[in-house]
């Protein structure tokens, strides 16, 4: 099944998150001596942060962006995007994380750094499974 457009975004963001929360979720309630209900309601508030702060740095990102001499996402300009993008969901995770989980920030911090660790290779490897079940999209196809 080959998918293409706004039905594969759709389906590539609510199969990313509801995986992601089900992976989580236990890991949360058992590292932290939680219910699997106040670590799922965490999980699912987080992934509903994260499809805000990603549609919200990128419209401002793209804003900015579009004002520059040089518009080309060379390294550099990717990096800052990166980096504004983790750096703002961080400021936006680590008080939610802990007051949810009535932890200290310190523990919030390193709660964030060991979620974006995971991320980085859940990311990876969500998005080679979901291209091998689904199809690349027509941006990545050789002859499209």
């Known amino acids: 099944m080959v998918l293409q457009g706004i039905k594969r975004k759709i389906v590539q963001a609510i199969s990313y998150e509801a995986i992601a929360v089900i992976m989580v ?7 932290f001596g939680k219910s699997l209900t106040n670590a799922a309601g965490l999980s699912v508030f987080l992934s509903f942060l994260a499809l805000f702060w990603n549609f919200a740095f990128n419209t401002l990102f793209e804003a900015w962006e579009i004002r520059q001499s040089q518009r080309e996402r060379t390294l550099k300009r990717r990096v ?3 980096l504004g993008f983790e750096a ?12 949810w989980l009535d932890i200290s ?12 660790l995971f991320f980085m290779f859940y990311q990876f490897g969500f998005q080679w499974t ?3 079940l689904f199809g690349v999209p027509r941006s990545a196809m050789v002859n499209h």
């Open 25 to 31: 979720s236990p890991l949360v309630a058992m590292l």
């Open 80 to 82: 800052i995007h990166a």
């Open 88 to 99: 703002g969901f961080a400021a936006l995770v680590i008080p939610v994380v802990a007051y």
């Open 105 to 116: 920030w310190q523990a919030a911090l390193a709660t964030n750094f060991g979620l974006m």
């Open 130 to 132: 979901f291209d091998k």
